[in-house]
């Protein structure tokens, strides 16, 4: 059970117990898995650097203690750079909490220690987490987890959270470090710096500075410029005669590195005491690195001739599977539901109820139900992308294209994030440090054709093209959907968007071999997402719809097609009657009415009022939309009986001109109602919603005027 | 003055100086680009665009805008 409530809510009586614990670490070495596998919480974990962009509490209890574990999103260092890193370097500085856990990556400890030894003038007591030890170990790195104890003054203990190897000791270290006193940091500076340390300690010493950290942290995070030290030291009376001595030691310090750069000064002085350590505590088996399997795989994938192909076959062959694959079970689930409804049916001797329920919730629930294979498909290829670190690498190869029409590289993070729900794309824009790009990239994040629009593609597609052809439909709505985005990218670049460019500055981490009960538990919670979505909100929606559809009841057309109907010659004549009717009774319902109203404004795009009522729903959400014209078709249904399924409702009571240009604003329109509000949310104001909303329905309506045009030569 | 964008590929490199402003500075020493440190190019993109390097045992992808703010020398 994940549990990320507040405190407050479930603090416990024993105070005394409670262990407040902040997971503090570089990116992508494992913290959200490491949480995982001390509490069995669920958090998203992925190969890349940005998974978790906000913390997350998880409570769990050990021994005698009550853990609350915050995870805090990945920072290479002790700064503020990006969104994300700002929610850590806050949390560290201004909540309370009463230890560091600090999460490192045993097969690159030097780079890991960086953030170690900022975080050590913090004066909090850290437990340091050698993650990734199993790996390491196979690597031939082994470290000397007691004697960096020893060195550092900090305990360190060996972890995988892979296989959950030294989870136990670590929470033991916690909960020892817990009792403990304060940790004495054994961060040692060259002589220079050492000096001018002492000296200020002295001083302050002398003055009895009254400081809750110790007197030798205030002079380091002095002499780094730390705001806040500033801050509280610039109201005390010793600012005057401390001020002359800071400014020598300063001097003095940039001399001794030849830089006019304080921090970068202090960056070398932590890089050189990491080197140290690691010296006395790695004995590394092989001495000769050969080529790692990463840069050999590299060498294939990041190919300057052959990478980009490569990459568009991978995403070529995820549509065609997620067509193909997804197609087997689909008559399957349209038979079951179809024997459902009659079942179901045949109990209920209700007209008015049995329809709802048949023809209402059963009809639209089961045309988005009929499309969990496609889903599911879809998850298993973004979870593979995400897990593997091959991501990252299309970043790499893409990001010059990208440059070109002014988005960042590491917007394409969001962006593929975005073929599976826009949702967390919204949120994932938070890795981009600049906010105009993190803007730009949030309005183009539509354009990346999410889940919920796949089964209105695959619908339109199996409707309109033969079996071979629909996977390479897919294919072709999505990447042109992810150009549009590009062309759009440019134009809001070139006006809404000016400015100068930001650097580009990505890890890319190692590969790694996704594990099956990672990516089963991904796709299985959005699979379920997306069933449970079906059985409440699209259950609701398809409800709202047929309501729409069946009401009022006009009695004078009953009665003049009843009279019709019983004087009908034979079977036949009274089945056109009977269409008739429901066709004439469906115009006048409210929903026609709607969509009657709303159709002129649709018409130079081809569409009928279902379409233009379907869209409208599909404000909603889009699997609404594949609702909507089930529940419509069911009802006002013209087609013979042997021939009903929505897929022949449709290529048989659509043209294909259309049916081209619906898809069209399928692709670009609104996102969801949800994901509306999440931007909203992450642009930072309403006036954004408004924007991204006459944006998107201008470019839909322009496209898919050209598109309806192109498509009538044609056909 | 030789920069990183000069190296080729597969070549091992010493950096000698960042000539970069102080934000993007300190994203690069935060990656381990420091003064001192040993860097080998791994590959570049379609265009020369962007570069892969290895620090230390990290892979990091850099702009060619970047990439020209670091003085280098031949190791």
Redesign the interface.
């Known amino acids: 059970m994940i549990d990320t409530v507040n405190i407050e809510e479930k603090s416990c009586p024993v105070i005394a117990n409670h262990i407040k614990v902040a997971l503090v670490g570089q990116p992508n070495v494992g913290k959200s898995m490491l949480i995982n596998s001390v509490s069995n919480a669920h958090l998203h974990v992925g190969n890349f650097s940005g998974v978790t962009v906000d913390k997350t509490e998880v409570l769990f209890d050990y021994k005698d203690y009550h853990f609350t574990v915050v995870d805090l999103p990945g920072t290479?260092?002790f700064?503020d750079?990006t969104i994300e890193e700002r929610v850590t370097h806050d949390y560290l500085c201004d909540e309370n909490y009463d230890l560091i856990i600090n999460v490192v990556d045993s097969?690159?400890l030097?780079?890991n220690l960086?953030l170690t030894s900022e975080l050590m003038s913090m004066n909090k007591n850290i437990v340091i987490a050698l993650n990734m030890s199993d790996e390491a170990e196979k690597e031939g790195i082994n470290i000397d987890a007691e004697y960096m104890t020893q060195l550092l003054g900090i305990p360190c203990v060996k972890v995988s959270a892979q296989t959950k190897e030294g989870i136990d000791e670590l929470l033991d270290a916690v909960a020892d470090t817990y009792e403990e006193d304060e940790q004495e940091s054994k961060l040692v500076f060259s002589e220079a710096v050492e000096e001018e340390i002492a000296q200020i300690v002295w001083y302050l010493d002398k003055h009895k500075y009254g400081a809750k950290n110790s007197y030798r942290n205030v002079a380091i995070n002095l002499l780094k410029n730390n705001k806040k030290t500033y801050q509280k030291i610039h109201n005390n009376p010793i600012w005057i005669e401390l001020q002359p001595i800071l400014v020598e030691a300063s001097k003095h310090i940039e001399l001794h590195h030849d830089?006019d750069?304080i921090?970068?000064s202090f960056?070398?002085e932590y890089?050189s005491f990491n080197r140290g350590i690691v010296a006395e505590v790695i004995k590394q088996n092989s001495i000769q690195e050969k080529k790692t399997l990463?840069?050999k795989i590299?060498?294939v994938l990041?190919?300057?001739?052959f990478?980009?192909p490569i990459f568009l076959f991978f995403m070529w062959s995820l549509f065609q599977l997620t067509f193909e694959i997804g197609a087997i079970p689909m008559e399957y689930i349209d038979g079951f539901f179809g024997w459902f409804g009659d079942t179901i049916g045949a109990t209920i001797p209700n007209d008015d109820i049995r329809s709802l329920v048949v023809d209402g919730i059963i009809a639209g629930v089961g045309a988005v139900v009929l499309f969990v294979p496609n889903i599911i498909i879809l998850f298993i290829g973004i979870a593979l992308l995400e897990s593997t670190g091959y991501m990252?690498r299309v970043?790499?190869?893409l990001?010059?294209?990208f440059?070109k029409f002014g988005l960042h590289?590491q917007s394409f993070i969001p962006l593929v994030t975005g073929f599976g729900c826009s949702i967390p794309a919204y949120m994932s824009a938070r890795i981009l440090k600049n906010d105009r790009d993190r803007l730009l990239t949030l309005f183009i994040i539509g354009f990346m054709s999410c889940g919920a629009r796949l089964p209105v593609y695959v619908l339109f597609a199996g409707a309109f093209f033969s079996p071979e052809m629909a996977g390479n439909v897919l294919f072709i709505i999505y990447i042109s959907g992810a150009l549009l985005g590009l062309v759009a990218a440019k134009i809001l670049k070139l006006t809404a968007f000016k400015g100068a460019?930001e650097?580009?500055?990505?890890?890319?981490?190692?590969y790694r071999l996704p594990s099956i009960k990672l990516i089963w538990h991904t796709v299985l919670t959005k699979t379920m997402m997306y069933l449970k979505k079906a059985g409440t909100f699209i259950a609701a929606a398809s409800m709202l719809v047929w309501f729409l559809s069946n009401y009022p009841h006009n009695l004078e057309l009953f009665k003049s097609y009843e009279s019709k109907i019983e004087m009908a010659v034979d079977k036949d004549e009274k089945t056109e009657f009977e269409n008739q009717f429901a066709v004439a009774h469906l115009e006048q319902s409210y929903l026609g009415t709607i969509g009657k109203f709303t159709e002129p404004i649709f018409t130079p795009l081809g569409f009928d009022w279902k379409m233009s009522v379907a869209l409208q729903t599909g404000l909603a959400a889009k699997e609404v939309v594949v609702s909507t014209l089930g529940v419509l078709y069911a009802l006002g249904d013209d087609v013979d009986e042997d021939n009903n399924s929505l897929i022949n409702a449709i290529s048989n009571n659509i043209p294909f001109a259309s049916a081209i240009s619906f898809i069209v604003v399928i692709m670009i329109y609104l996102p969801c109602l949800a994901a509306s509000i999440v931007f909203t949310r992450e642009a930072g104001g309403i006036k954004y919603f408004f924007y991204l909303f006459i944006f998107t329905s201008l470019t839909a309506y322009f496209m898919a005027f050209i598109a309806y045009n192109i498509a009538k030569l044609f056909s | 003055m030789k920069t990183l964008l000069d190296c080729k590929k597969a070549c091992r490199v010493k950096v000698l100086k960042l000539n970069a402003a102080t934000e993007l500075k300190q994203r690069l020493i935060s990656f381990g680009i420091m003064k001192e440190a040993e860097i080998e190019v791994l590959e570049h993109a379609p265009g020369k665009k962007t570069i892969e390097i290895k620090v230390g045992k990290m892979r990091i992808a850099l702009r060619d805008q970047e990439a020209a703010l670091i003085e280098v020398e031949k190791l």
């Open positions: 290479y260092a700064t750079y097969t690159n030097e780079k960086q830089s750069d921090k970068e960056a070398e890089a990463t840069e590299d060498n990041i190919h300057r001739v990478g980009i990252s970043a790499f190869l990001d010059g294209f440059h590289g460019d650097p580009f500055v990505m890890e890319m981490p190692k």
